[in-house]
């Protein structure tokens, strides 16, 4: 059974830090191209951050140079660097393929950040 377990949210000041990781089991992890997605109230989710089976990364203009997706096959976990945090970063964080999967999402984890 494919389960993502996303992990790492929380209340940060402005210009803070987090790091989201991402758990995977069921799934052919390493063979997957995999992205982090947020979804803030009152808007659709967005794909913020991508990679490749191969490491090849994509992020999208708004986090770009703030955020550092990353994967370790062998623990099968997606990782997400945040730095340099702005209120507007506020959102439930989810990881999925790239491109999604609908049975795939998990319960998101939370991330809010103080002006």
């Known amino acids: 059974q494919a389960q993502l377990v996303e992990s790492g949210g929380g209340l940060v000041q402005a210009g803070g830090s987090l790091r989201l990781s991402c758990a995977a089991s069921?799934?052919?992890?390493?063979?997957?191209?995999m992205g982090w997605y947020r979804q803030a109230p009152g808007k659709q989710r967005e794909l913020v951050a991508s990679i490749t089976w191969g490491a090849t990364t994509n992020y999208a203009d708004s986090v770009k140079g703030r955020f550092t997706i990353s994967r370790d096959n062998g623990k099968k976990t997606l990782y997400l660097q945040m730095n340099s945090l702005k209120p507007e970063d506020t959102a439930v964080y989810y990881c999925?393929?790239?491109?999604?999967?609908?049975?795939?999402w998990g319960q998101g984890t939370q991330v809010t950040v103080s002006s």
């Open positions: 999925n393929g790239d491109p999604p999967a609908r049975d795939y």
């Open positions: 069921g799934i052919g992890f390493r063979f997957m191209n």
